[in-house]
């Protein structure tokens, strides 16, 4: 059985997109898709899981991406390079609204 679509949550600082998607799709296409939201165009952006940088031309598939996995989020600067990304305060946000909805489950 194969999925044929799936969410991918983008995150950038305290925002959080999430962006339908085929396992298929290129990590270009899915730039494009995120233009239409942030008015970014697909060069201006860069998206990693964890700390690797993604590649416009491989798919999700290639990369493994699944299901309501997490994708980080940075813009181009000014000078060319892109912004610094703190992945692992990404995650402790994500961990954070686990526990808080813990807390409020009890």
């Given at each position: 059985m194969t999925i044929s679509s799936m969410y991918?949550?983008?995150k950038r600082e305290k925002i959080t997109y999430f962006i339908q998607a085929d396992p298929s799709d290129t990590i270009l296409e899915l730039k494009e898709k995120l233009q239409e939201l942030i008015d970014q165009?697909?060069?201006e952006q860069r998206l990693l899981k964890d700390d690797t940088p993604l590649e416009d031309?491989?798919?999700l598939a290639e990369y493994r991406i699944e299901n309501d996995d997490v994708l980080a989020l940075t813009y181009k600067l000014p000078d060319?390079?892109?912004e610094a990304?703190?992945?692992e305060t990404l995650k402790a946000e994500e961990e954070e609204v686990k526990s808080d909805k813990e807390v409020a489950d009890e």
């Amino acid at each position: 059985m194969t999925i044929s679509s799936m969410y991918v949550r983008v995150k950038r600082e305290k925002i959080t997109y999430f962006i339908q998607a085929d396992p298929s799709d290129t990590i270009l296409e899915l730039k494009e898709k995120l233009q239409e939201l942030i008015d970014q165009l697909p060069e201006e952006q860069r998206l990693l899981k964890d700390d690797t940088p993604l590649e416009d031309a491989k798919s999700l598939a290639e990369y493994r991406i699944e299901n309501d996995d997490v994708l980080a989020l940075t813009y181009k600067l000014p000078d060319g390079n892109f912004e610094a990304i703190n992945i692992e305060t990404l995650k402790a946000e994500e961990e954070e609204v686990k526990s808080d909805k813990e807390v409020a489950d009890e």
